[in-house]
């Protein structure tokens, strides 16, 4: 399910749309009259949808869309005059039609979805740094507890896992730990 922010101008036109989600099964995590709100929302999220009109009190949705963070897309919801302000990812016309927008909503969440998978799927690919730190962890523990290098790293991976920390942040404690 996507993280979907409504941002309108007017705070009644919004809850509207919030409501029209929630009816249809979409899962609004906020209602804001501003860009600044919608951006102080985005922050604690890794990806979203923002569904808004063309403007704002503080922005248009021209500059909301530049500030996304990626991970986030932008549905807007206005006259097609004000279509090419922006290169945003969908667009709606006014006035607006239910199906339209749950079937549009609908076809976004299923990208982000796919995207998530993809970016699960991919395995991660480390900095130098990082593959040093983590190298100088195993040589450590091989040394003082007489581990194979296999063995090394999957002891790194599962205080990984157990302490909640990623191999880097565990490698580095593994060496602070073990410094002669």
């Not at 102080?40 to 009109?53: A, H, K, P, R, S």
């Not at 790293?153 to 599962?158: A, T």
């Given at each position: 399910?996507?993280?979907?922010?409504?941002?309108?101008?007017?705070?009644?036109?919004?809850?509207?749309?919030?409501?029209i989600?929630?009816?249809?099964?979409?899962h609004?995590?906020?209602?804001?009259?501003?860009?600044?709100?919608?951006?102080?929302?985005?922050?604690?999220?890794?990806?979203?949808?923002?569904?808004?009109?063309?403007?704002?009190?503080?922005?248009?949705?021209?500059?909301?869309?530049?500030?996304?963070?990626?991970?986030?897309?932008?549905?807007?919801i206005?006259?097609?005059?004000?279509?090419?302000?922006?290169?945003?990812?969908?667009?709606?016309?006014?006035?607006?039609?239910?199906?339209?927008?749950?079937?549009?909503?609908?076809?976004?969440?299923?990208?982000q979805?796919?995207?998530?998978?993809?970016?699960?799927a991919?395995?991660?690919?480390?900095?130098?740094?990082?593959?040093?730190?983590?190298?100088?962890?195993?040589?450590?523990?091989?040394?003082?507890?007489?581990?194979?290098?296999?063995?090394?790293?999957?002891?790194?991976?599962?205080?990984?896992?157990?302490?909640?920390?990623?191999?880097?942040?565990?490698?580095?404690?593994?060496?602070?730990?073990?410094?002669?």
């Amino acid at each position: 399910m996507a993280n979907i922010i409504v941002v309108f101008p007017k705070t009644e036109d919004a809850k509207n749309i919030r409501n029209i989600l929630n009816r249809n099964g979409f899962h609004v995590i906020a209602v804001c009259t501003t860009g600044a709100q919608a951006l102080n929302c985005i922050e604690e999220l890794n990806d979203g949808i923002v569904v808004c009109g063309y403007r704002f009190a503080d922005m248009r949705y021209g500059e909301l869309h530049e500030y996304l963070p990626e991970g986030f897309e932008m549905l807007l919801i206005a006259s097609e005059r004000y279509w090419g302000e922006a290169a945003v990812d969908m667009c709606i016309s006014m006035p607006l039609k239910i199906h339209d927008l749950v079937d549009t909503l609908t076809m976004m969440e299923e990208t982000q979805l796919r995207r998530r998978r993809r970016r699960r799927a991919q395995p991660r690919v480390r900095d130098e740094k990082a593959q040093a730190v983590i190298a100088g962890a195993k040589e450590v523990l091989m040394e003082r507890n007489n581990m194979t290098e296999s063995e090394a790293h999957r002891y790194i991976q599962k205080c990984s896992m157990d302490s909640g920390t990623n191999m880097v942040e565990t490698a580095h404690m593994i060496l602070d730990i073990m410094k002669p």
